[in-house]
């Protein structure tokens, strides 16, 4: 009997324990729960009106700063949320700080680019919209993110550059001149007339309306080949003309020589045959 009745003392006792804790942390816990949902509620809409301000001004900044933004608040959120339940937030940060070291030497290669993309925002050799070529792509960059870059290709492929990568190398920024030189090689036959031919090159470049007058179009004797005389041809243009034309003027060319009487000679090989007796 004496056995029954202090198991069931204990029983009691574990009882009102475990309604006193329950009465105790049961509130904070609640308090706590509320809080986060509510706080990564107000985060993402702080975080999206944020978004849609800054990618007016500079969508090249917009996208790495809301985002990392976004991380920072949603962190001292979960410390203050801890904070309720009557977590000490001094160990909490310490157990934070621990854990982030370790992730970090985990993550050397994402730190990296995290570094990367902090020194594209500092220098800002790109930004979105221009067309670069780097890592042996050449598209438009449709998005800088903390860690990656995403370029869209001329032939519509999504191509993701680590930005570690892309600070640590070399790249072309296509779009960063409002103007760029269109280079153009030209071959006419050793006894066709190149005054002419020159004469022919300026008239078509003078008469296309994207060709600028400044700087002033170059046409020269670039090379004496194997089978033909090499004219170089270099007019400048609007960057966002710059392939159109290229092509056009190959077309034109072609046909006003072929009028003009002019040769574009193709590589030729005479062949002696010898008998032998």
């Known amino acids: 009997m004496e056995d029954l009745f202090s198991e069931s003392g204990a029983a009691a006792t574990l009882m009102e324990q475990a309604i006193t804790l329950t009465m105790l942390y049961a509130p904070k816990v609640l308090l706590a729960?509320?809080?986060l949902i509510i706080g990564m509620w107000l985060i993402n809409r702080f975080v999206n009106v944020l978004d849609n301000k800054l990618g007016k001004r500079d969508?090249?900044?917009?996208?790495?700063?809301?985002?990392?933004l976004g991380a920072v608040l949603k962190i001292l959120?979960?410390?203050s949320a801890a904070s309720m339940i009557g977590i000490a937030t001094t160990s909490f940060i310490a157990i934070i700080g621990a854990a982030?070291?370790?992730?970090?030497?985990a993550l050397q290669g994402s730190l990296g680019n995290f570094a990367g993309g902090v020194l594209i925002l500092i220098f800002k050799p790109f930004k979105v919209g221009d067309t670069i070529e780097a890592q042996g792509f050449l598209g438009s960059v449709a998005?800088?993110?903390?860690?990656?870059t995403v370029v869209n290709t001329?032939?519509?492929r999504r191509i993701v550059i680590p930005n570690g990568d892309l600070s640590n190398s070399s790249l072309t920024n296509l779009s960063a001149y409002a103007t760029r030189r269109c280079d153009m090689s030209f071959g006419i036959g050793y006894s066709d007339d190149i005054d002419k031919a020159k004469a022919i090159c300026k008239?078509?470049?003078?008469?296309?309306e994207r060709s600028l007058i400044e700087p002033a179009p170059l046409i020269v004797v670039g090379g004496l080949g194997e089978s033909s005389v090499d004219l170089t041809v270099r007019a400048w243009v609007n960057s966002a003309d710059l392939w159109p034309y290229y092509w056009d003027m190959q077309e034109k060319v072609k046909k006003a020589f072929d009028a003009e009487g002019i040769t574009i000679p193709f590589p030729q090989r005479d062949v002696h045959m010898f008998?032998?007796?």
């Not at 998005?143 to 990656?148: G, M, N």
């Not at 008239?203 to 296309?208: F, M, N």
């Open 143 to 148: 998005e800088i993110s903390i860690l990656y």
């Open 154 to 156: 001329f032939d519509n």
């Open 275 to 277: 008998s032998d007796k």
């Open 77 to 79: 959120l979960l410390i």
């Open 203 to 208: 008239r078509l470049i003078e008469e296309d």
């Open 59 to 68: 969508p090249t900044l917009n996208k790495f700063l809301c985002g990392l």
């Open 33 to 35: 729960i509320v809080t």
């Open 100 to 105: 982030g070291l370790a992730i970090g030497l």
